[in-house]
């Protein structure tokens, strides 16, 4: 990472260019064109030389310098000898610098400005809630009476947790997969059938959770392999058949099924 | 009606209150009264502060007032509570500013073209400091934003309104300065031309 210093002389080319014509007690109407383009750019060497890392904008400002000095070589006289004096090639860059000077100098004054009014103080707007309607309350107590309100509450507190210590939670049951597979194969040792329907398995008055928690009970007979599930159509009836080979899985719903 | 008397005395109460700059057009609706007659009243009471050399002043901002406390009185707040004094602006932000405030609403290639440097950055941290802001988009190619000066501007800087900003020369009139002998700096160049010529 390279170090990055700012100098704070010369805010642009123009600061500079300006700090130039001053310094050598130049008028702005009549720069010296080749003496301030050879200062000019020996500062730029200078820069770089520092290795200080050069905007193009100075280097912009150094090609426009040399093309007006160039210019400045050539005869202003036309050939034909009509004594036509072109405009000075100066003229653009002077209308720039004193454009530039003019808003350097409304800095400065602002800068002042700005000093001036750092000496004035002035409130923060402070809260005026309590002059609002929707003001907060304020309480009207002393300290007698808040200590006693304290202790009210905190003996109120203390009663609602003895109370509270003999709750207990009551929570609905829900039936386990593991459960409902040992439901189902009851079922067909109680209706003594090798095939049993889907409908068969659930109550007239199942609701929508324990049909749910049968077909999955269903699908997770079909994986353990301790149950044969057909369906011919799509939509159509489900048979189910105990597998009955597989008995040793049984032991998975005696570990845990027994909960309802 | 209220009388004249009355009315001031509010206002100076209302004043006091709000701390920040009071709106007129608030303070006049308050009273129910036209806005012109609202603003006299505060300007008459800013002259009877003023007249009596108050250590309390009133100024005026963007159309509100506000109280604040009399400049000659600085150095004795400062030894009494050290106020926070918020950080200056750079050389570079403070020319961007005037650029912006006396030029606006103006793009920022308008700023660069014065200024002969990117100005980017600058116009971006003028911009968090809410000095300056988009005020809209010139009908120029690929239109560009326009930028102002804020409240906050005239709030930082304590100038009433934008008018009130010190003057430098016509600023438009720079292309035919020829004939006009620009002010301040540019009256010391030429005094310079003279010796040398």
Known sequence: ?260 | MTSKKTIKSAFESMLFVWGEPLDVKVAAEIFNMNWKDAYDYFKELQAEYEQEGRGIQIREIDKSFQFCTNIENAEYIERLCTPVKEKRLSQSALEVLAIIAYKQPVTKGEIEAIRGIKCDRVIEGLTKKELIGEVGRSSGIGRPILYGTTPVFLKNFGFKDLKELPDIDDISSVVDMEEEVPDGLDLQQISIDFIQG
């Open chain 1, 1 to 260: 990472m390279s170090y990055k210093i700012k100098l704070d002389i010369f805010e642009g080319p123009f600061d500079l260019l300006v700090y130039l014509i001053e310094n050598a007690k130049m008028s702005i109407y009549d720069i010296q064109v080749s003496k301030i383009t050879s200062q000019y750019i020996a500062y730029i060497e200078k820069m770089q030389a520092l290795d200080v890392s050069v905007a193009t904008e100075f280097m912009v400002l150094a090609s426009a310098l040399i093309e007006i000095k160039s210019k400045m070589l050539l005869p202003r006289i036309k050939p034909e000898g009509d004594e036509v004096i072109e405009e000075d090639p100066r003229m653009e860059l002077v209308q720039r610098l004193l454009e530039y000077k003019r808003f350097k100098s409304a800095a400065e004054l602002l800068e002042l400005q700005e000093e001036r009014n750092q000496q004035i103080f002035v409130k923060p707007k402070e809260d005026l809630a309590p002059y609002t309607r929707e003001a907060d309350e304020y309480l009207n107590l002393d300290l007698n009476q808040f200590v006693k309100v304290f202790h009210l509450f905190l003996g109120k507190k203390k009663k609602m947790e003895e109370i509270k210590k003999n709750y207990a939670k009551v929570e609905r049951q829900k039936i386990t997969i593991e459960s409902r597979i040992e439901y189902i194969k009851n079922l067909f040792r109680f209706k003594d059938k090798k095939r049993l329907n889907f409908r068969e398995l659930l109550n007239p008055e199942s609701n929508r959770y324990e049909v749910v928690l049968t077909f999955v009970s269903m699908l997770e007979m079909i994986r353990q392999k301790s149950a044969d599930v057909r369906q011919n159509v799509n939509f159509g009836e489900i048979t189910i058949s105990l597998n009955d080979k597989n008995s040793t899985k049984q032991e998975i719903s005696e570990e845990r099924g027994i909960v309802s």
